[in-house]
Structure formats: C-alpha cells, structure tokens
C-alpha cells in the first residue's frame, strides 16, 4: 500500500444537521397522493363482497410473481446489468415489472442507480437519514422525483419498446387488475390485485427503508446497508442488502447457501433454459474480503453515527428548546431552559465541533481505505 493510495481518499463532508435536511421543494404533493391512499383502503371494500378463497390464492400468486419481475428485471437486469438476456425477454421482464405499479423499468432504475452512487451521502434521495417514512415512501410522492433520470439509464433508454413502456407505465397495472376480476370476480380484484400491490408496494420499499436500519453487518461498505433475513423472505431474496451494496454487480444476493434468495435460484432455472445468460457472482475471494469481523473499519456505520450526532446537537441547541417553550406549560418551560443553556454551550462550540468531526472522518477514511487494502485477496494483488 502506498502513501497515494491514502492520498486519494475523496474530500471530507460535513454532516451538520442542514446536510441531510430535505430542501422546499422535497415535500409530499398531498393531492397526486390520493390515488395511492385510496388503493390502501380498497381492500377494506371485501366485507361487502366477502373473499373467495380463489382470490387469496389469487392474490399470493401476483405478489410473488410480480416481486420476481421487481428484483429479477427492474433491479438485478435493468439497474445493475448482474446478467444478459435477449431483447424479447427484456421486453416483457420490462412488461412484468411495470405491472407491479412501480412506474416504468427507466425511471425505477434510473433512480436505483443514483441511490447506488450516492449512498447514505446528502445527496442520497431515499436514504433513511433523511428521515425513515421519507425513505420509504415520501420520496415517491414527491413531485421532484417524478420524471425520470434519463442521464443515468442511457443503455436502455435506447430501445423505443422500453421508452414506451416506461411512457405508458399503467397498461400493464389496468391489464392486471381488469384479468383479477374476470379470474375471481370483485374479490379477485379487491385480493388479487389491489390487496396484492399494496403488499408489494412496501415489501419493496422496505428495502429502501428498513434494509438501511434493520439487520446486520457484514461488509465495511461505506453505507449503512444491512442483510435481513425476514426483508429476504418477503422481498425473493433482497434482503441481503449490505451484500448487495459490497457487489452490486451479482446476479446473486444470497452470497452463501443458507442466504435464502428465491429470485437467484429462478434466475439459474432461467439460464438453464437458456433465456438468461452470464450470471454474474463474487468469487470466493471477494465474499471472503472486506468483513468487519476480520478488521474492514466500518465506515458506513460511522458516518450515519456522525451524521446523528451532528442532528442532535443542531436539535439541541435549536429546535427542541424552542418547540418546548412554545408549548407554554410551567415545568415544560423549566426543562426548556436548562435545554436552551446546554444548547447554547453546544451551538457557541459548534464550528469547532464540526471541525472535529471533519478531522475524524478524514482519519476515519484513512482507516477504512487502509483495512480494506490490508484485506485484499493475496491471490490477485494487482488489482
Ligand atoms: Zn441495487
Ligand atoms: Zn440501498
């Protein structure tokens, strides 16, 4: 290792609270949210209809069938290119996915692939430290994410087929659901398509949201990526999430035999049938290298605790003590006080502080850039 590998360590970023905070125009457009309200509440519509048991089988069959076309097409193919498939197969692995109501395959991939580029940084748009239920779903419901990033999907944006799809991304949905109700009647539609997309709705989103809060860690990635068992059951096999931010490149997310991913084992059974092709997969030893356990610095973790601390002494110094003193009641206001002194101390040594942390981040990159040259493959030290 030497002295310009260090060198290069990208320039620190400062994590006072306003780094994270949402700008004017990240807010939630209440009135476009109507129609996503009312598909959660649709459902509630069976106590007149009652449920035929051919619409729950109905409803477990779109889900995970829709799921596969999520985390097989929309995430592993289309934003990370994890294998290859010919153009009729992209064509309707693109359909599939547009008919789990996620918008279309250019703007769902589009938008996966800055998240990977700009994890858990400020410039992250759905990363928890922004706020959880932002994450998870306020992101979606806000107008400044609404077009799509045509810049970072140019490779497919080339073909016309996807372009329409990704244009006309409610044909799949409207197809789907108007099958449900001539399959198993109002509860077939009720179960079948709206109950079912409602279920995948946020068995996705949690991937966003709680696969960077819940779960553990086993790669020094420089996010807060996490691998969740339970998220990997209901997502095929997404729940692997820190091993996908370590690869992000594998077909596969399940890096060992008891990493239970559905989606992967579908995607062999696929290229056995050769609709698929080249499967990509770490080796050996890149699943062995970069573990926290053997001494990789966790950076991710690092930074997220750094940008918590830098919140709460912005809260501190700032928005608690003038919230509780608005509320006006008399020990409220005594608590205030004694908050506003501590904040005050806080927010007088705030540069400092901050400065602080900018030198630990530095040294804390140092680290991190230095564990993981040190636990680099001995077979390959040229790369
Ligand atoms: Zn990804
Ligand atoms: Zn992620």
Redesign the pocket.
């Known amino acids: 290792m030497s002295a310009t590998d260090l060198a290069t360590t990208p320039a620190p970023v400062t994590y006072a609270r306003s780094a994270y905070a949402r700008s004017a125009d990240e807010r939630v457009n209440k009135v476009t949210s109507i129609p996503f309200i009312i598909v959660h509440l649709l459902p509630l519509l069976v106590i007149f209809t009652g449920v035929a048991l051919e619409a729950v089988v109905l409803g477990v069959v779109t889900y995970l069938v829709r799921m596969f076309f999520i985390t097989a097409g929309y995430?592993?193919y289309f934003?990370?290119r994890s294998y290859r498939m010919g153009r009729i197969p992209q064509f309707l692995m693109a359909f599939g996915g547009t008919m789990a109501t996620q918008k279309g395959p250019l703007w769902w991939a589009g938008h996966?692939?800055h998240?990977?580029r700009t994890s858990d940084t400020p410039e992250d748009i759905h990363s928890p430290l922004r706020g959880f239920w932002w994450s998870h779903v306020g992101w979606i419901l806000c107008d400044k994410y609404a077009e799509t990033p045509m810049d970072n999907i140019k490779d497919f944006a080339k073909y016309p087929e996807l372009r329409f799809l990704n244009r006309f991304d409610w044909i799949g949905p409207w197809a789907l659901a108007i099958a449900c109700y001539f399959i198993a009647g109002w509860s077939g539609l009720l179960i079948g398509f709206f109950l079912s997309t409602v279920l995948l709705w946020h068995g996705t989103f949690v991937?966003n949201s709680l696969a960077h809060v819940m779960g553990r860690r086993r790669y020094a990635t420089e996010d807060t990526s996490r691998n969740s068992a339970l998220l990997a059951v209901m997502s095929l096999g997404?729940g692997w999430?820190n091993n996908?931010?370590y690869y992000?490149a594998s077909a596969r997310q399940g890096f060992f035999w008891w990493e239970l991913d559905v989606t992967y084992g579908i995607l062999r059974l696929l290229s056995w049938m050769r609709i698929v092709s080249d499967l990509k997969t770490p080796s050996p030893q890149v699943r062995a290298a970069n573990r926290i356990r053997n001494g990789a610095f966790d950076i991710g973790t690092f930074r997220s605790h750094l940008a918590h601390a830098g919140a709460a002494v912005h809260a501190t110094g700032t928005g608690i003590s003038t919230r509780l003193v608005a509320s006006g009641q008399h020990a409220v206001e005594a608590l205030a006080e004694r908050r506003a002194q501590v904040g005050d101390g806080l927010v007088h040594r705030k540069e400092e502080l901050e400065e602080f942390v900018r030198g630990s981040l530095d040294s804390a990159e140092l680290l991190a850039r230095a564990s993981r040259l040190a636990q680099r493959p001995l077979a390959s030290p040229l790369d």
């Open positions: 995430h592993r934003s990370h996966h692939r998240h990977h991937i997404e999430h996908h931010h992000q």
